[in-house]
């Protein structure tokens, strides 16, 4: 069990630029997520997969963010024309239907948008 | 609809001294409950968790939690603060599908000397 894996750690990007995040969840993990958090906040949902299939999606995934579980394994999340309010950090977590009610989260993307 | 409130962004207790961190949710259907702590610039690690059976659950570094239905609760506990306690605490609730958490705004926990 290696844990879930975030890359990058940080990212400093222009307002208008497009990012892309990757997650890499615990191999034998089914279901992965996506949470969002601001300063002061909880983390807030974003979307999660069930395999390949991507199952919920928050109202707070606009149209600018669009997220991908290519063959079940890894997953990518983009967010295209950064705006300021994108600052937060990224956390994905991964869990499996077979071990039980329980997340594992990665150590999460800095994102700051200047 | 189900939301989690975390009374006290901020709580102060002296190294030795007995930690309650207060969570009472909001759920129309049982809930699986949930204590995660943040470290600067770190995910989440999951302190404890209720899903069925005992109300009174062990989780790690010491760290208990009770479930108390009639009272819509889910407290935190630990009879005696570490210095490396010290942390931001977040209470999650989900479903029984335990498609989502929904996590309150955190507490964030200062041990002092």
């Known amino acids: 069990d290696t844990g879930v894996s975030q890359d990058p750690r940080h990212k400093i990007t222009k307002r208008g630029q497009n990012v892309t995040f990757r997650c890499d969840p615990i191999s034998e993990h089914n279901r992965l997520y996506w949470y969002r958090q601001t300063l002061g906040q909880g983390p807030e949902f974003l979307t999660y997969f069930q395999n390949e299939a991507q199952l919920e999606k928050s109202r707070l995934l606009s149209d600018r963010f669009s997220a991908e579980r290519p063959k079940g394994s890894f997953s990518t999340l983009e967010i295209q024309r950064t705006e300021q309010g994108d600052s937060a950090m990224y956390l994905c977590?991964?869990?499996?239907?077979?071990?039980?009610?329980?997340?594992?989260f990665g150590s999460g993307t800095r994102l700051t948008v200047v | 609809a189900q939301s989690v409130t975390q009374l006290g962004s901020h709580v102060s207790v002296s190294e030795g001294a007995l930690v309650l961190l207060r969570c009472n949710y909001s759920s129309s259907v049982p809930p699986y409950l949930f204590w995660y702590v943040q470290y600067p610039n770190q995910g989440l690690q999951l302190l404890l968790k209720?899903?069925?059976?005992?109300?009174l659950v062990k989780g790690i570094n010491g760290f208990e939690a009770e479930f108390k239905k009639s009272e819509t609760s889910f407290h935190l506990t630990k009879p005696s603060a570490h210095m490396s306690d010290a942390a931001e605490y977040f209470c999650?609730?989900?479903?029984?599908?335990?498609?989502?958490?929904?996590f309150g705004k955190g507490t964030m926990l200062l041990v002092s000397p």
């Open positions: 977590a991964s869990s499996s239907l077979d071990r039980g009610p329980g997340y594992t």
């Open positions: 999650a609730v989900s479903d029984q599908g335990y498609s989502t958490l929904t």
């Open positions: 209720y899903t069925t059976g005992a109300t």
